[in-house]
């Protein structure tokens, strides 16, 4: 899809609606600090890097409209509590300004709402006041599972629920977007990603509720609708 | 498969070869509970569980002749050297008795052996003398990339390279089993993982050089081998 959606306005600010991706795990620096620059020319919300690339992609973002991105316990969620807060605590230090982690899903399966959002919190506490934004990789939770988890990690201080790692399963569905909005109100944050790859689709997300777009195709989309908007 | 690959003796110590794993990020307590109690039955070598678990199975398996392995920085190796040294720490103090690491494989691609092996000799050094084994991924590698790696993760205080996640790509091969096996001589341990699913598979790698076989039908492969060894 290389045109621009109908009902997407050129003064609509789509890039405030990205977060650029990169977690190909073999992807070497030079990689991230021209995606880093690129992202920062385009505005995009945020550059979502690995943890162990924090401390190169934040100096480059200083002082620009894009926020240094990462995620923890990721992409499956089963580390301890503790190594999670110490993943979260030394990515804020490095320059961090956006956390993803990807919570418990045993804990989820199992009925343990309780556990998983005292790992949210713990989290969240640790890294106040950034954002924290909860990763429920949707792919293998039934829509109960994933409404209610959504909620109690809302309660445990999530300023974001976030559908999938990109990683597993079928990523970001529009119907589950829809019922996010419709369950968690207007005011929470919902970030679609997960195999999101053109304009349309992002478009598509947003339209369904939600406020970002996580995708490693982000500046790429932004580039066809810098194109599109040049021509309007 | 369910008749025992020629070759394979009744008396050969199978059991010794074999790292039962369970690493499904949706599964519960109990699941853990009755595997560990199983795997510590048949006697084989290890229980590879998630981090979260490891404080939950490692007193079920005290005694037995089954280590509670765990894995770090899994599956993407793409964490910090620090949150690997701090979980790796975490784990063995809640009684892991086996590491299996994910190395940083950017670092492998972009040349920079060096960072990789102070990754792994940090981590070496936190959790010692427990043995730890490298995981190199090798789907995404080339052979030249696997062998350099492999030996360089020897010369950092590796007890054994791993194959792959069993996430991501093809898995275990053959012919890399072997390469490995030649490249490494006949001291380093060689841990086969990923797609492994029957006893035929299993003494394939074996008889190829690995000394270890990791599976998550690593019960199942015992159950062919004790039914199969009782008709001898």
């Known amino acids: ?13 789509l890039a405030r609606c990205i977060d650029h991706t990169l977690l190909t ?3 070497g620096l030079q990689e991230y600090r021209v995606q880093a620059r690129e992202a920062a020319r385009t505005r995009v919300a945020a550059f979502c890097v690995p943890p162990f690339m924090v401390a190169e992609v934040a100096p480059i973002l200083k002082g620009t409209k894009t926020v240094t991105q990462t995620v923890i316990g990721f992409p499956l969620g089963f580390h301890t509590i503790g190594t999670k807060v110490f993943e979260a605590r030394e990515a804020a230090a490095a320059g961090a300004g956006e956390i993803d982690m990807v919570v418990n899903r045993a804990y989820i399966r199992t009925g343990r709402m309780d556990r998983m959002a005292a790992e949210i919190q713990a989290v969240v506490q ?3 006041p950034l954002p924290v934004k909860t990763i429920l990789e949707i792919s293998d939770l039934t829509m ?3 409404l209610a988890s959504a909620s109690a990690a809302v309660l445990a201080g999530a300023a974001m629920i976030k559908t999938s790692t990109g990683f597993f399963g ?3 569905k529009l119907d589950v977007v829809r019922r996010l909005r419709d369950h968690l109100g207007p005011k929470v ?19 369904a509720g939600a406020t970002r777009v996580g995708a490693s195709r982000g500046l790429q989309i932004m580039a066809v609708f810098e194109g599109g908007a040049a021509l309007w």
Chains 1, 2 share one sequence.
Do not use: C, H, Y
């Open 1 to 13: 899809m290389d045109s621009i959606p109908s009902g997407l306005n050129p003064d609509f600010e």
């Open 25 to 27: 795990p073999t992807a």
């Open 126 to 128: 640790a890294v106040a």
């Open 144 to 146: 109960d599972e994933i």
């Open 170 to 172: 079928e990523g970001a």
């Open 189 to 207: 944050g919902i970030k679609a990603s997960g195999g999101i790859r053109d304009l349309d689709q992002a478009w598509a997300f947003i339209q």
